[in-house]
C-alpha cells in the first residue's frame, strides 16, 4: 500500500516503488521528445516516441508532483509505484526505516 497525493506531494513506500531520473527512463523506452506542460489543473510531462512498425506518434503523460512543478526536464526523477503508476518529481526520497510486518 502506498500513499498518493499529488496536492501534497509523493510518498513513496520504498518497498513498492522504483527511482530513477526522467530522461534515464525515457532514453530506456525509446520515447524521442519530452515536453513539460503546466495548466490552470496541474502539471505534467509529455513524452512521445514512434511506433517502430507504423512511423506514428505516441504519447504518454506523466502527472508532476505539486511540490516539483517549477523544476527544469533534467532534474526530474521518475517514481514507478507497485500498481504501475508513475509519477514526476525533483524531490529526493531517501530510505529512513523499513519494518517488516509479515511475509509479502
Given at each position: 500500500?502506498?500513499?498518493r497525493k499529488l496536492s501534497?506531494?509523493?510518498s513513496p513506500n520504498s518497498?513498492?516503488?522504483i527511482i530513477m531520473k526522467l530522461i534515464e527512463y525515457l532514453k530506456n523506452r525509446y520515447f524521442i521528445s519530452v515536453t513539460k506542460i503546466?495548466?490552470?489543473d496541474g502539471a505534467y510531462i509529455s513524452a512521445k516516441k514512434r511506433k517502430?512498425?507504423?512511423q506514428m506518434q505516441y504519447e504518454?503523460?506523466?502527472p508532476i508532483d505539486k511540490c516539483s512543478q517549477n523544476g527544469r526536464l533534467n532534474e526530474y526523477r521518475i517514481i514507478t509505484?507497485?500498481?504501475g503508476s508513475v509519477i514526476a518529481t525533483i524531490n529526493d526520497y531517501i530510505e529512513t526505516e523499513t519494518l517488516s510486518?509479515?511475509?509479502e
Open positions: 500500500m502506498y500513499s501534497q506531494g509523493v518497498a513498492n516503488s503546466i495548466g490552470p517502430m512498425h507504423k504518454e503523460l506523466f509505484l507497485k500498481d510486518l509479515g511475509e
